[in-house]
């Protein structure tokens, strides 16, 4: 199994502490937002390694930060060419260049970037695996209707297949949210191209979700731990005040 990262965003909403550090290198608590998320995935039984993609304009502070990274050995940078937020390639376009680049053809994790979670990781590979007809997405219960209308709002059926997807809706049908966590069994991969190659939205994974659930398979894996959407400076600074918190205690 591979572990694609995608960190080739340009965070605009969190300007200007993104001018010039990445979101995924941003401070939240005591450790950098990257390094949390390699805390949960370089444990995971069966990675073969851990592909982050960034662009250009960051390429050099991704590759200082892997030199002091206790898991320098396997991460495998790619560069994905875009130079700003008006060239930006998007998350699906990202994910296909990373598949391509380094020509996987084994089973993929992918996670956001910006992504902070308190799940457990080993838990949904297990639900993934099980459900290995399909592709399987993480699903944060947020547990209020008001809320949920800031995300991609997900309804799954008894089976946890996700039956309707609706991104950013007025009047939401649940409180099941579509969070940057996505399991591809292998056979599945062929799916990005086709979908990239329809020059459809390639820059919201949700529409992409969306798009996957009428032509295939997609389970939903539901989780109550805590989950926070890093997407604009009021978002940072709530997670970093409750991770500081958590670690002084």
């Known amino acids: ?3 694609i990262i995608l960190a080739a965003g340009y965070a ?3 300007q200007p502490m993104t001018l010039n550090t990445p979101k995924p290198l941003l401070l939240v608590g005591k450790k950098r937002i990257i390094d949390r998320i390699l805390e949960k995935v370089a444990s995971l039984k069966g990675l073969s390694s851990i592909c982050i993609i960034t662009n250009a304009k960051f390429f050099l502070s991704f590759s200082e930060w ?4 206790q898991y320098k050995d396997k991460i495998d940078l790619i560069n994905d060419g875009s130079t700003s937020n008006e060239n930006r390639q998007g998350a699906i376009k990202d994910l296909e260049i990373a598949v391509s680049d380094k020509t996987i ?4 994790l992918v996670i956001a970037g910006d992504n902070l979670f308190d799940f ?3 838990s949904f590979l297990d639900f993934a695996k099980s459900h290995s007809d399909g592709i399987s997405v993480a699903l944060y219960d947020i547990r209020d209707l008001s809320s949920a209308k800031n995300f991609g709002v997900v309804k799954v059926d008894k089976q946890a297949k996700i039956i ?3 991104e950013k809706p007025e009047k939401p049908k649940s409180t099941l949210i579509s969070t940057g966590i996505y399991y591809f069994p292998k056979n599945k991969l062929s799916f990005i191209k086709e979908y990239v190659k329809k020059g459809k939205k390639i820059d919201a994974p949700g529409y992409y979700i969306s798009w996957l659930a009428k ?3 997609v389970y939903g894996f539901t989780f109550l731990e805590d989950w926070y959407d890093i997407g604009n400076v009021e978002s940072y600074e709530k997670a970093n005040e409750e991770y500081l918190k958590k670690e002084r205690l």
Do not use: G, P, T, Y
């Open 1 to 3: 199994m591979r572990v």
């Open 12 to 14: 605009a909403r969190l």
């Open 66 to 69: 892997q030199k002091s990274s």
């Open 105 to 108: 053809d084994e089973d993929i």
């Open 120 to 122: 457990d990781l080993a």
């Open 164 to 166: 309707d997807f609706e």
């Open 215 to 217: 032509q295939d398979k």
